[in-house]
Structure formats: C-alpha cells, structure tokens
C-alpha cells in the first residue's frame, strides 16, 4: 500500500490514518472503518489485509470491531448505490466530493439506509467525522445526510434505479451494487436468466461465512467443527464453516492441521484427484499455487495415496507462502513461470498424472468476500489474463502424460475465462478431451448444470463462484 499519497484530499501518515485536521472524534469503531475505506479507495488497498490491523492498532472491543468491520464491508459492498444517492441529495456528481469527505459521506448514508443505527446518530457521528478529517465540508455533510435521512433505501432506489422493463441490466447494477459489465456477465453465464441473476448479485451482498478446510491425514473435519465452535460443510468432506472469530488464532490453523479455505476451492482441487485415471498415479502438478490452499489439500491427500506434488508459482513472496503451506507434507516448490511446463527440467513433458491449473483470473466469484474489486476490476482487464490462461492451460496439457487429467480452475464465472478459455486451449494444444466433470463431486451434490464443466455460484451452493474443466489428455 503507497503511504504518503494524495488524492484530492490529506496526505496519509504511516499507520494508515488522515491526520486529524478539526475536533478529535471519540469513537473507535467508526475511526478505524473510515481509515480502512480511506486506504481502500486512495491507496488501493484491500480490506481484509488493512482491517484486521488498523482494528489491533485501535484495541477495539470485540463489540466495537464486529461493528467497524460491518460499516467497512458494508459500506464497500453498497458503493455503487451509496454513491448515486449521495450524488443525488449533494447535487453534484460524488467525484467532485474531496476523498476525506466523500469517504465519511458513504460511511454516514450506509448507516442511514442499511444499518438500525438511528438517524439522528448516524448524521451526528459523520459530521464529527467530517469535522475531525474535513472540516471545511461540516455544513455540506450535515445537509446531504439530512437530505439522504428523508427516504430509505427502498424509496431512494425508485429515484437512482433505471427503470426495469427499459433497462433490466442498468437496474440490477444499481439495486444490487455492481457494475453493469459483471452484470452482463453474470448474466451470459446464467443462460440469459435474469431472475437467477439478481439472485447471483444478491448473494454477493451476503456477508460471507468463514470456511476452514481439514487437512486429510492431519484433521477430521466433524472434529474440528466439535472443536471450534463450526459446523461441517454441506458438500466438501474437509469444510467447516466458522460463523465468527478469527481464524488465525484456532490452534489447528497454527499446527497446519487446516486451513481457511472456501469450499468451493476445496471442492474444485479435490475433484481433480477423486477423478478416475488409469495407469500411474504419482505425481501430481500444482501449475498456479501461490498462495497455497489448494496446494496445502493436495500435498495432504497425496500422503494419503501415496503421491507427490509438484507446486509452481512465478513469485518469490507467493511461492514462500507456498512452502509454508506445504510444510511437512509429500511436496517441492519451484519459483518458477508456469507456462514453462513441459518445456524444463523439473517439469518434463508428460510428467505428470494429474495437474491443476488454478488460473489467474479477474476474481469475479469470491466478490463477496473482496467487495472494493467489484469496482476496481474493468472489461480491460480481460485480455491479458485471458491471454495468460490459455497459455497455462497449453502448458498444463503438455506437461501431463497422455491419459492423464489436467483440471483447469477460475474463480470467476465470466464466460471469456471459463469455457471460452477451454474451448481455445483445446483447439491449441495437445490432444485432449473433456470429461463430464460432475462425476467428480460429492454424489447428489445440487446445481452442477449440464455438464460436461461446472460452475458453482454463491447463491446456489454458498461457495465462491468458482469454475472447473476437467480435460484427459489423448495423445
């Protein structure tokens, strides 16, 4: 995160906080959230690395950080309404609005429209925050919020929302706090059903569980839920899902015994080993490992059977993460380009039995747990990394033998990334075959499509929407 930077608005000190320019504000929870969407908006951080510590540096309560880390999210996941409504009762478009100010403006209109917070205390505590941070902007605040305090957010969506039956695309953006191109594509990706789409766009709303992932060998899943205070997950045999706490704390996460992980990436990387091949069965490919869960479940089932993994990943910070991951377990790392595989030394043509190709991707399926990406991700982003997955998933098909199984992983269920993708590096690449990919997860497991690829999606099986090929090398 770049420290010291402007944007329209105060320069930020070296603990991440604006200087305080007016009255100081005695008020914890909502100092530490205004510093943390500050961070997120001028210095491109993200929150769920910035929260955690401007909340140990603060020493909130647990009372007060359960509700720092709700303005925080909140607040990020509803941007794109917030920012229309203060746009609205402002008169003015929110980019005009200096940074300081704008920041505490979305922080007060999320606590008016979407919070039990009363009105009276929301308006007050956000003009002593624009006091403390923006003080010449005091009076605007306190007039658009008096402003925004007079409907609610059903009421002021008839104001901002297009109209539906003209413009079903630009409505949904704007009640379910998106931007109209991962609408679009949320849509192409739900078959042109609209309805499932709100319901997709809802979903990403949702404050996300915490899952944990029980290391086969290592830990037992309806265990470590008895142990934790969780419960097990509803498809993966290694889920447990943490309603609250913080997971880096639980002793099993320190010894490696599990790890956080959602589901639906247990589910993606454990398909491609519950996969049936013939013929040898030893070693297996992690293509894109950084930063390690995946790697972390494969390694653990590999000592199980006998296996052993070879995890690849092009930067040195991530691959070190990597060896953490892997630590004790059946694995190497290389630091290493993957789109060199079938080409090296260390990752010989036909190598390999089994590969994963957890591709980079535009993250669009984990929005929920990531919601400042939703508006920072663009239609531009695209191709480079579409660029860059179908060369991973050429490489992946050369490095694995024939007959063997290469399983290629986005969490994004953008068509471009996800079957487009596939259909260019078949054309491509070596010879190879998809295989009806459902077979590989838990028998009567709901919503897994027509196959032979499947796309899992938060509103249907409470995971990230994450997307898996299954592909059989032929020759």
């Not at 036909?350 to 980079?360: H, I, Q, S, T, Y």
Request: glycine share 10%.
């Amino acid at each position: 995160m770049r420290r010291g930077s402007r944007d329209g608005g105060r320069p930020i000190g070296p603990s991440g906080r604006a200087p305080r320019a007016g009255r100081p504000m005695d008020d914890p929870a909502r100092i530490t959230a205004y510093q943390a969407l500050l961070a997120v908006h001028r210095d491109e951080a993200y929150a769920n690395l910035i929260l955690p510590s401007l909340m140990r540096e603060a020493g909130l309560s647990s009372r007060d950080a359960a509700f720092a880390t709700e303005l925080t999210y909140g607040t990020l996941r509803h941007r794109g309404t917030l920012d229309a409504i203060i746009g609205r009762a402002a008169e003015r478009d929110v980019a005009r609005i200096d940074p300081p100010a704008r920041d505490a403006l979305r922080l007060g209109a999320y606590q008016l429209l979407h919070t039990r917070v009363p009105s009276h205390a929301a308006v007050a505590s956000t003009v002593d925050l624009v006091r403390s941070v923006a003080p010449g902007a005091t009076g605007f605040a306190n007039a658009v919020l008096r402003r925004i305090a007079e409907k609610d957010i059903d009421a002021w969506l008839t104001v901002v929302a297009p109209n539906e039956a003209e413009d079903p695309v630009g409505h949904l953006a704007m009640v379910h706090n998106h931007p109209e191109w991962i609408v679009r594509a949320f849509r192409d990706a739900l078959g042109g059903d609209l309805a499932e789409t709100a319901r997709a766009l809802a979903a990403d709303n949702d404050r996300p569980e915490v899952h944990l992932c029980a290391r086969p060998g290592l830990g037992d899943a309806a265990e470590l839920a008895d142990r934790v205070g969780g419960s097990p997950g509803a498809f993966s045999p290694y889920a447990v899902y943490l309603p609250s706490g913080a997971p880096g704390e639980l002793a099993e996460i320190r010894q490696g015994r599990a790890h956080v992980q959602d589901e639906g990436s247990q589910l993606v990387a454990a398909a491609l080993v519950e996969a049936p091949l013939e013929g040898r069965d030893e070693q297996w490919l992690d293509l894109c490992a950084g930063p390690g869960g995946k790697a972390g479940l494969l390694a653990a089932i590999a000592a199980q059977r006998g296996a052993y993994l070879t995890a690849v990943e092009v930067t040195e910070q991530r691959a070190n993460m990597v060896v953490n991951a892997v630590k004790g377990l059946p694995a190497k790392v290389l630091a290493m380009d993957g789109r060199l595989a079938g080409q090296e030394r260390e990752l010989p043509e036909a190598g390999f039995d089994r590969v994963l190709v957890d591709a980079p991707c535009t993250g669009l399926g984990s929005l929920r747990r990531r919601p400042e990406s939703r508006w920072r991700k663009q239609p531009s982003d695209l191709p480079p990394l579409t660029k860059l997955q179908r060369e991973l998933l050429t490489a992946a098909l050369l490095a694995v033998r024939p007959g063997g199984l290469v399983a290629y992983v986005t969490c994004s269920p953008h068509p471009v990334e996800t079957k487009l993708a596939v259909t260019e590096a078949i054309k491509r690449g070596q010879g190879c075959e998809l295989i009806d990919a459902r077979a590989a997860f838990p028998a009567g497991m709901p919503g897994l499509g027509d196959g032979p690829t499947v796309q899992l999606w938060p509103h249907r099986h409470g995971t990230d929407a994450m997307f898996l090929a299954l592909l059989r090398r032929t020759m």
